[in-house]
């Protein structure tokens, strides 16, 4: 240990140091903590465990730790081998390095340096052999076999981004492992070649989510090829997704995606299988040669049993509601660890409950051993297997012995959270303090670190303090609270008091040297200054508020004048500089508080000397020493500052202080000081977690400690012992806790160090002896559930100090407890502070108050009058709302927020209709200003039928120059065929010009007809131009094709062109249409009106679908809403409205026209179609008599009937007239919008065959895209299985190699086999020659002996846990390397054959000594070849595995090339048989066979005969069919009735049967019972009842005695105190009588009385003999009574089960 730490100060040379430095030098005391979960057995009775910068070592039965640092900082991985009592660790830094030590020498083996760049996570010894494994995290994931004795890397092999969560070898076979991560588990198989090694990988296949089997598809090579005659060949997934290379080989498409079960634990059985956890709650059984997983089922339990079983469920269930605890969920376990045993496997995990399950194959019993309440999250059995550890997620390790059972006994409490400060405790050589975040507080003995207490806040710890006037501990929590512990009994911790002081977290505590004032630094700049004595009840004096963050507090306390001087390092947020904040506490700030504090609390800055000096550098932590020295830790560079402040250089002047020197530092990161209490030793402390101890006076360098690390944070806290000679350092996040000591120091150091201390106890010896005895007599502080940080809100922090009237405070100062009582707990004491200052106002300005309150309610009455008032005026006088408001500020205030509220969401409207607009330039520039032909439709006048166009855009530029490029290229190829043509034809002129002629129309002919048959589609009937295209049958290459769909594309696109020209003609017809309808529609509401007719006109209009631009503009009448305006738009549209309506005004005052009015009734001349309205005025003596009326009257009267009859007749022929009009407009716009509809049917039907065209084209299309899809197909397949060929041939090639070099191996290996043979053989034949001289009886004992071998050759491993539990320990695997051992085991075996005891009689010594090396020469050689013959087989059986994958290899490259042969069959097959699309007419039928049938015999037969014949034969056929079908209803029923006759057959031997049966049923007493007892299940209820009754009085029995058993211990240590109490009295006694003895021995011896003592010895020797008997007489009668009791007891209980 001690030379690790020598390593490290040789790798970092830290700075200068001192002369005296040499004689300095620190080591580790103890080291405590827990930060990782890894723990393993060194050997039967010491546990190991890395923690922090440590490795530590537990002794299981002394308890007693030991440490092992780790050389360059913080420990990774871990793993220890107890069979070889090793123990390896990775560092964590740049190219990590392993270390394996010895215990318990703890000496450095090796080191093993690999390839890791990072870190290692896992670490994993072989159980037999020295073969270590490690895996690297990120960037490499690379599994290494090492073999650690000889510092060899053996193999390696990359994972990349896997993540392996445990490792661990075969027990019984070193060269299988197993890696597990979360969601797969993989085998590796080592195989060895003499020197070399290689490691092959295989995955097991895991079970599903559901606990089901997966079956494995080959998707790269599957196992059928279909083959389709249009859809062509089945093709892997991987070539359909057009994938090449290694992801068409892994590629696994969605669906067949399955999530496996996901392992969390495993462990190996004797037999070489794994069981595995997984988190779904299943137990795998996994066979490592098959790599074949099974799932473990629970045995079916008997119902008996389970009712049981279910019983105990629910007592356990009920037992955790009554302990507080969640009732665990026992059907869905998930096993975080497990470990194996020769009786079964046991298992853990997040229930806290370890499991045992008995296996039998694949079905298991299960039973509960012990129960911790703590997740487990790892088991190890000890080498012996009689002790299993289990170790929790929180930090607790128990050992459980299986072959005793009982309950888990806890060996370890370490916690699982970091430690948050450690001090020690007054007078700081026997104690210290620690306490954790998680509130946990630890009292350590400090001689040799043993955990005495520990108690638990159940808080958030931030700081902790041990007292140095009192054995007291104050705690700081993150609410602002300080808890006051008395430790003045080391093993009972309690918690005494509590004080809120603020809702700031506290975030550091100290006291002063004198033990009188306690400083608490809290957040915001708030400093709480304390009396630290209990017997002041930690009254807080006061407190300092800086403005600044306080980043470091620091302590200094001056004896002589009594006071105490803090130093604070402020961050000043403006500018890179640190602020001193230095102030003086004064004694009298204890006895006289009032004159140095103000009302709330804060301390006068004049009272208490306050200063503060601005620095030049930012600064983390500083001290201040003698002469207004300060030395600083600067946070931006790593040096140490010093400064000399000098007195006249104060707050009044705004320089900035300059540093006098900087001293370098080999530290980095942000760091802190820490000053010995003498003063004379700085520690600085950095995010490196190196200790450096400087000198005070000269800086110089006295010891350095690398006790944490970077990657555990560095640093959290330092502090010396009182006397100097202990240091305690604890660590950010690593979770441990270094107690360090001089290992060497100078005398003068040491003698300033201890003169200091006694000088300090003498100060503090009077009052902690008296503040101690007030502590003890304090009562125990009871946590309150309710008033517990966690249960306070922030809220009520907020609000308590304006709460005054519903809390109350004691003013007497004599009752000091009141101040914290029930009712002020939840109150901080700078609200009470508040609350106290609030209330004194109230009091002191009462009357004031009451003043104003009146003031203000006349103001109210005055204000609701004029209120009134205002109501009852004129509303032109009224005056607003808002003007009786006294209060503007709140008004404006209220108007503010609304504002801001109206331009939030005018905001986000406006952000909202923005993006709307957005969207619809978007989508109006993509799907309406992009096309060249817009969508529209048109509808006809009276039918449902519509029409719509095709919506084109125009072509791209691309497009256009693609088009042209494909056609100028079949152009050049049609004209390069005509000119073949034209050369074939000038060859081959053999037919004469006419029948050429002939053919050639007859040809054309053919053609005409036969074109579109030909093309496979109309299209040139419907504007496309087919001429262009290629002949279906000649596209055979990939160009032509994609050229092919270029041109079918063109021609869709002219088709569409063609209709929409149609389409627009129509269009603009219907515009027509609807004009010459309006037009005839104005006569037609004329005539209507004339004739006074009210009927409604048909007036046609468009549509939006045949208008689609009106969706792109709102109409008025669209927006339901009023639009917003502005006011600038309301005065606006004000100012429009009253020009609008004075021009209107205007315009209706006109003279003329009203004239026009009064007289013609606004017209010059009477139309004829006013005819109807024309009336003859009759005569004005109409009224008189007809006999009054004279003659004239008369003939004027006849006159005017006949102008009345007149105007009737034409009115009449008027009206007539009209009707016929009105008849015939109506008629024409009847027939010319019919004869539109029948146009759009029409147009319709035009669009119906463009569509067809154009589905025919896109089928072209479509076959043609399939085609080259399944070329592209193909060809990705071709390009795959290229590349895996490619693959296959290296891999051959490499195995190729590896068995031509392991071949020349064997024979090479095999010809030293033979020659080591051969030497057996001489040396066995050249025995009697050797002892030729010997005589014949002597040679043949001789050759007996050198035959004769030790019976028993065991392995040292074998040896040690052969008589153990061990399942592993038998039948283990060996290796080359277990042979040289087991040959060393012989050669000490056979020093008791050479021995002179078994030398045959008459034989020479001499002779015998040469026999003697002879025969160790031939056990050697016997050996040697043992060992060379495993080493040959070893290599022939890696040969035949290398030719075996030799094979494979060749197989799989052979079916490789088999089907890149049929791949290019089948794509030669695709481009020869083309798809061609023909038209076939209506009715046509396609023949199967080729030649056309020969009519010349046929004869011609009417229709009707042919019918006549068929409907005869129908009628036949359904006779035929109705006889079968009662046939079939007949043979049904007999087969019915053989049924039910065979089926009564078969009720018959059953009832037999059962009647057998009954007749030979054994009646049991419980089937009597079933048979006789009429509530069968209600007595069985009953005896369960019982059961539970009896399981209840057990358990309070089992309560009482335990109850009882802990009065008797509690008795027995009172018991054993006063025995200690009489012991020491009977010590002092002894000594007394000692003396006593001594002067009266000269007196005896004068006297000579020597007989009378003699006689008096004896008879007290015969009276102590007499009283030794009847004790063993007493003691045999009690164990015969005890007998008798339990014998009574067990045949009571056999009696009387029931109670």
């Not at 409205?1137 to 209706?1148: G, I």
């Not at 009206?1215 to 027939?1231: D, V």
């Not at 050669?1387 to 054959?1393: G, R």
Request: charge should be negative; include cysteine; charged fraction near 30%.
């Amino acid at each position: 240990m001690e030379a690790a730490a020598e390593e490290i100060r040789a790798e970092r040379p830290w700075g200068r140091r001192s002369a005296s430095a040499e004689e300095a030098a620190l080591e580790v005391s103890w080291v405590q903590g827990f930060s990782d979960k890894n723990f393993g057995f060194i050997n039967n009775q010491t546990v190991c465990y890395p923690c922090g910068n440590y490795i530590l070592f537990l002794d299981i039965e002394t308890k007693k730790t030991s440490a092992l640092p780790c050389p360059t900082g913080q420990v990774g991985a871990f793993a220890a081998n107890a069979n070889s009592q090793v123990l390896a660790f990775s560092d964590r830094r740049l190219n990590p390095i392993i270390y394996i030590y010895t215990f318990p020498e703890l000496r450095k083996l090796t080191e093993l340096k690999g390839d890791a760049q990072l870190d290692y996570t896992l670490l994993a010894f072989s159980f037999t052999g020295p073969y270590l494994a490690s895996y690297s995290s990120i960037p490499e994931f690379v599994l290494s076999i090492w073999n650690w004795q000889e510092n060899i890397l053996l193999c390696s092999e990359s994972q990349p981004g896997v993540t392996v969560t445990s490792l661990s070898f075969n027990p019984m076979n070193w060269q299988q492992l197993c890696s597990v991560n979360e969601s797969s588990v993989t085998f590796w198989h080592i195989e060895r070649n003499n020197d070399e090694h290689h490691l092959t990988r295989n995955p097991v296949k895991l079970h599903d989510e559901q606990g089901s089997v997966r079956s494995h598809k080959d998707l790269f090579f599957p196992v059928y090829y279909g083959e389709d005659l249009y859809y062509g060949p089945e093709l892997p997934v991987s070539a359909v997704a057009g994938l090449v290379g290694d992801e068409a080989e892994t590629f696994l498409p969605r669906n067949y995606v399955r999530s496996s079960v996901h392992p969390t634990a495993h462990c190996w059985t004797a037999a070489s299988g794994v069981y595995v956890g997984c988190e779904e709650g299943y137990v795998l059984a996994v066979d490592a040669e098959t790599c074949r997983a099974s799932a473990l089922q629970q045995k079916p339990l008997p119902e008996r049993m389970r009712k049981i079983s279910d019983v105990v469920s629910y007592v356990h269930r009920e037992v955790q509601k009554k302990k507080g605890g969640k009732p665990k969920d026992l059907e869905n376990r998930v096993f975080f660890s497990m470990a194996f045993c020769n009786e079964g496997l046991y298992a853990a995990g997040r229930e806290g409950m370890l499991f045992f399950y008995h296996i039998h194959g694949l079905r298991y019993e299960m039973k509960i051993c012990a129960d911790i309440l703590e997740p487990i999250s790892s088991l190890v059995f000890s080498p012996d297997y009689t002790i299993l550890l289990l170790v929790t997620d929180k930090g607790t390790v128990y050992t459980y012995e299986p072959v005793h059972g009982g309950e888990a006994v806890k060996l370890l409490d370490a916690g699982s959270t970091c430690f948050l400060a450690a001090d020690f405790l007054t007078p700081g050589d026997k104690y210290c303090v620690s306490v954790t975040s998680s509130g946990e507080v630890q009292v350590w003995f400090l001689e040799d670190g043993t955990c005495l207490s520990k108690l638990n806040l159940n808080i958030e710890a931030t700081a902790m303090a041990c007292c140095p006037s009192s054995n007291s501990v104050a705690v700081g929590t993150k609410m602002g609270q300080i808890y006051f512990l008395d430790v003045t009994k080391a093993e009972a911790p309690r918690v005494v008091h509590r004080i809120f002081l603020s809702k700031f977290p506290v975030l550091s505590l100290h006291y002063d040297q004198s033990g009188q004032f306690l400083i608490t630094r809290a957040t915001e700049g708030h400093i709480f200054i304390l009396d630290a004595r209990p017997s002041k009840l930690f009254q807080v004096l006061g407190y300092v508020a800086l403005a600044d963050e306080v980043l470091d507090l620091s302590v200094v306390s001056d004896l002589k004048n009594n006071s105490v001087e803090v130093v604070a390092v402020l961050n000043v947020a403006e500018v890179q500089r640190a602020r001193l904040a230095i102030f003086c506490l004064p004694s009298a700030l204890i006895t006289d508080n009032d004159k140095y504090v103000n009302e709330q609390g804060m301390l006068n800055a004049s009272a208490i000397k306050k200063e503060q000096y601005d620095l030049d550098y930012p600064l983390s932590s500083a001290v201040r020493l003698k002469d207004n020295i300060v030395y600083g830790y600067c946070n931006c560079a790593p040096f140490i500052c010093k400064y000399h402040l000098l007195e006249e250089s104060m707050l009044a002047g705004p320089s900035v202080f300059l540093s006098e020197k900087r001293i370098p530092s080999n530290q980095f990161g942000s760091g802190f000081f820490c000053l010995s209490p003498n003063r004379r030793w700085l520690a600085s402390a950095a995010k490196d977690g190196v200790l450096i101890i400087y000198h005070s006076l000269t800086m110089d360098i006295l010891a350095q400690k690398h006790c944490h690390s970077y990657q555990g944070g560095g640093i959290r806290s330092v502090v010396f012992s009182l006397d100097g000679k202990f240091i305690l350092v604890t660590g950010e996040n690593d979770g441990a806790l270094v107690c360090l000591k001089w290992k060497k120091i100078t005398k003068t150091e040491a003698k300033e160090a201890a003169f200091h201390w006694q000088s300090l106890l003498a100060v503090l010896n009077e009052s902690a002896l008296n503040e101690n005895v007030v502590l003890k007599s304090m009562a125990e502080w009871q946590f309150d559930p309710e008033s517990t940080s966690e249960s306070i809100p922030e809220e009520k922090f907020k609000e308590a100090p304006l709460k005054s009237s519903t809390v109350e405070v004691s003013e007497e100062g004599g009752n000091i407890t009141s101040l914290y009582s029930a009712s002020t707990d939840d109150v901080t004491w700078m609200g009470q502070k508040i609350q106290k200052v609030i209330r004194e106002e109230t009091q002191r300005f009462a009357n004031q108050k009451k003043e104003l309150q009146m003031g203000i309610k006349k103001l109210r009455k005055t204000i609701q009058k004029m209120v009134h008032e205002n109501e009852q005026v004129p509303d032109i006088e009224k005056l607003e709302q808002q003007e009786f408001n006294l209060d503007m500020e709140e008004q404006e205030r209220a108007q503010a927020e609304a504002e801001e509220e109206v331009a939030r969401v005018r905001k986000e409207i406006e952000m909202e209709n923005l993006a709307n607009l957005y969207f619809q330039d978007v989508i109006k520039r993509e799907c309406w200003d992009a096309m060249c032909v817009k969508g529209r439709a048109i509808k006809c006048f009276h039918t449902a039928c519509e029409v719509k166009n095709y919506p084109l855009k125009k072509y791209g530029k691309e497009e256009l120059e693609n088009l042209e490029k494909v056609l100028r290229l079949k152009k050049i190829e049609t004209a390069d065929l005509k000119v073949q043509k034209n050369n074939l034809e000038i060859e081959s002129e053999t037919v004469s010009s006419k029948e050429e002629s002939q053919k050639a129309e007859e040809v054309a002919a053919d053609g005409s007809a036969s074109s579109y048959c030909l093309v496979g589609s109309l299209s040139s009937q419907y504007g496309g131009d087919t001429s262009t295209l290629y002949r279906q049958w000649d596209l055979h290459t990939r160009e032509q094709k994609v050229n092919q769909i270029v041109l079918l594309k063109d021609i869709i696109y002219k088709v569409k062109t063609a209709f929409n020209k149609e389409f627009d003609i129509v269009a603009h017809q219907k515009e027509q249409e609807i004009a010459r309808v309006k037009e005839r529609n104005l006569r037609v509401r004329e005539i209507l009106a004339q004739l006074d007719l009210q009927v409604e006109v048909w007036e046609p209009a468009l549509t939006d679908d045949e208008i689609p631009e009106r969706a792109l503009t709102v109409q008025d009448s669209e927006i339901k809403v009023e639009k917003y305006l502005t006011q600038q738009e309301r005065e606006k549209a004000e100012m429009l409205a009253k020009l609008e309506m004075e021009r209107r005004l205007s315009a209706m005052d006109n003279e003329r026209l009203r004239a026009l009015d009064d007289m013609m009734g606004g017209v010059l001349e009477v139309k004829k179609e006013d005819i109807l309205k024309v009336e003859i005025p009759p005569p004005s003596f109409i009224s008189k008599p007809e006999h009054v009326w004279n003659d004239e009257e008369k003939k004027i009267f006849r006159e005017y009937e006949k102008k009345v009859e007149e105007l009737n007749e034409e009115k009449e022929n008027y009206r007539r007239a009209l009707e016929n009009e009105l008849e015939k407009l109506e008629a024409s716009i009847q027939e010319t919008t019919k004869n539109f509809d029948d146009t759009v049917c029409k147009l319709s039907e035009r669009k119906v065959k463009s569509e067809m065209v154009i589905y025919q084209e896109e089928l072209k299309i479509l076959n043609l895209v399939y085609a080259l899809l399944l070329d592209e197909e193909l060809d990705a397949r071709e390009a795959g299985l290229h590349n895996f060929l490619v693959k296959k041939e290296k891999e051959k090639v490499k195995i190729a190699r590896t068995i031509l070099s392991t071949k020349n191996k064997i024979e090479a290996y095999t010809d030293i086999y033979e020659n080591v043979v051969a030497e057996g053989k001489n040396l066995e034949h050249s025995f009697t020659k050797e002892f030729a001289d010997v005589p014949a009886n002597l040679l043949d004992e001789l050759l007996q002996l050198y035959k004769h071998r030790p019976k028993t050759q065991v392995t040292e491993t074998d040896n040690r846990y052969l008589d153990t539990d061990n399942p592993y320990c038998r039948g283990c695997s060996g290796s080359a390397e277990d042979y040289r051992g087991a040959l060393t085991l012989l050669m000490k075996a056979m020093d008791e054959l050479d021995s002179p005891e078994h030398m045959p009689h008459g034989l020479d010594p001499s002779v015998w000594e040469h026999f003697c090396r002879a025969r160790r020469k031939k056990i050697e050689s016997e050996e040697l070849v043992k060992w060379k013959l495993l080493t040959l087989e070893e290599m022939e059986a890696f040969l035949q595995r290398r030719a075996e994958d030799n094979e494979k290899v060749k197989l799989e490259i052979e079916a490789i090339f088999q089907e890149l042969t049929w791949l290019k069959e089948e794509k030669i097959k695709l481009q020869m048989n083309l798809t061609v699309q023909f038209l076939l007419k209506q009715g046509q039928v396609e023949l199967e066979g080729t030649e056309i049938p020969d009519y010349t015999d046929a004869i011609l037969i009417n229709k009707a005969i042919i019918e006549e014949l068929n409907s005869s034969i129908k009628a036949q056929g359904e006779k035929k069919i109705a006889s079968m079908v009662e046939c079939k209803e007949f043979s049904k029923g007999i087969l019915q009735l053989e049924w039910e006759h065979k089926k009564m057959r078969m009720q018959i031997e059953d009832l037999k049967q059962k009647a057998r049966d009954i007749v030979t049923l054994p009646i049991s007493k419980d089937r009597q019972l079933f048979l006789t007892v009429l509530n069968y299940d209600s007595r069985i209820a009953h005896r369960i009842s019982v059961l539970e009754q009896t399981l209840g009085i057990m358990d309070e029995l089992h309560k009482k005695n335990v109850k009882n058993r802990q009065k008797k211990l509690k008795e027995l240590e009172k018991c054993i105190s006063l025995k200690e109490q009489e012991n020491y009295e009977l010590s002092l006694e002894l000594k007394e009588m000692l003396v006593s003895v001594s002067e009266r021995r000269p007196i005896f011896e004068a006297a000579d009385t020597r007989h009378v003592s003699e006689k008096i010895a004896k008879q007290r020797y015969r009276e102590i003999l007499k009283q030794k008997h009847l004790r063993g007489l007493v003691k045999e009668q009690g164990e015969e009574f005890d007998i008798l009791q339990a014998e009574a007891e067990r045949l009571r209980s056999g009696t009387f089960p029931a109670l």
